[in-house]
């Protein structure tokens, strides 16, 4: 089984600031793959960044990084510079070879003008 | 523009009805599609793998029979929610895969199901 933890509910960020939101995940597969997603009010489901299990360097997608800690079973998520448009829900999610995505409960991340 | 498709994006329907959700991949040929429900305020729960020319695979506490998922072609899958009740109002959003495989997964916009 799949399973993917957010512990935080919600999160702020001063503009222009660094925000890291956390997540753990548990699987029993060895080959899968891990994202974060952003959901604004609209809802449309916006790919942020993808890291492939198998690789031990950090995925990095300009101001978002990632910091996976395989053994830790941690991808938290580290948002720099900070912009309101970052402002969302923001999902990690877990998936395995077969396409399906395992989704953590979301943080809701407000940034501070 | 949108690369997977949904409709409709919103839909109110009467309770002991049944209504259908559609979703298309718009530029590519997409033998598997996934299915989500996401409740206000939660995350999405993935309920079923649609499988273009055969039975959906359902996750467990998933009620087959309601939720009928038929995928007829390589770019559509369709949700029927039958016999509908106010606590299967929700968000529905689908996903599709592309042939370039785990690297193209593409969300649709996702279908608000509000029964009354």
């Known amino acids: 089984a799949q399973t993917v933890t957010q512990s935080q509910p919600e999160m702020s960020v001063q503009e222009a600031e660094t925000v890291t939101l956390s997540c753990t995940y548990d699987?029993?597969?060895?080959?899968?793959?891990l994202f974060w997603y952003k959901q604004p009010p609209s809802r449309q489901m916006i790919l942020v960044i993808r890291q492939e299990a198998y690789k031990q360097q950090n995925a990095t997608e300009n101001r978002f990084s990632v910091n996976f800690q395989k053994a830790a079973k941690s991808f938290s998520l580290k948002i720099s510079d900070s912009q309101l448009g970052d402002a969302a829900m923001y999902f990690c999610?877990?998936?395995?070879?077969?396409?399906?995505?395992?989704f953590g409960t979301g943080t809701s991340l407000t940034v501070i003008p | 523009g949108a690369v997977v498709s949904q409709h409709p994006s919103w839909v109110i329907c009467k309770s002991g009805t049944s209504v259908k959700i559609e979703c298309r991949s718009l530029?590519?040929?997409?033998?598997?599609m996934f299915w989500y429900r996401q409740f206000p305020k939660q995350s999405l729960m993935l309920m079923a793998t649609s499988n273009e020319g055969s039975k959906a695979t359902y996750e467990q506490g998933v009620e087959k029979d309601k939720f009928l998922i038929n995928h007829a072609s390589l770019t559509l899958s369709t949700l029927t929610v039958t016999s509908a009740h106010p606590e299967d109002s929700s968000f529905y959003i689908c996903?599709?895969?592309?042939?370039?495989?785990?690297?193209?997964?593409?969300f649709g916009e996702g279908s608000w199901l509000t029964v009354v």
């Open positions: 996903s599709a895969v592309s042939p370039g495989g785990l690297n193209t997964i593409y």
């Open positions: 999610a877990l998936s395995n070879t077969g396409n399906q995505f395992y």
């Open positions: 699987t029993s597969e060895s080959d899968y793959y």
């Open positions: 530029d590519f040929q997409a033998t598997t």
